[in-house]
């Protein structure tokens, strides 16, 4: 499965985004999928990840604030941050339990 984010970009602190991560082919027997990020000089860490039957577990730090969800109809993963805060800037991946990764998209939250 081919996976393509979309809707990165620069925001300011307080501020929303949402991204999208869109599969080549069909999601809806792909039992696990998440968001990852690696920021600047820091290994790449798990945001949220989601079952088929959509249970969810998120990262401590973002708790609250970023929502993740799946449309297994139009083949694609969401995940709406709000609250952004400057520790959230980091290249942010889509990644399925099968091991494929998308290419990744910048998120910038600075004022």
């Known amino acids: 499965v081919q996976l393509v984010e979309s809707g990165g970009g620069l925001v300011q602190p307080g501020g929303s985004l949402r991204l999208s991560c869109a599969a080549s082919?069909?999601?809806?027997?792909?039992?696990?999928m998440g968001w990852y990020r690696q920021a600047p000089g820091k290994e790449r860490e798990l945001v949220v990840c989601i079952t088929r039957n959509g249970d969810t577990n998120y990262a401590d730090s973002v708790k609250g604030r970023f929502t993740i969800s799946r449309d297994n109809g139009k083949n694609t993963l969401y995940l709406q941050m709000n609250s952004l805060k400057p520790e959230d800037t980091a290249v942010y991946y889509c990644?399925?339990?099968?091991?494929?990764w998308g290419q990744g998209i910048q998120v910038t939250v600075s004022s």
């Open positions: 990644k399925t339990a099968g091991g494929d």
């Open positions: 082919g069909s999601i809806f027997s792909i039992n696990g």
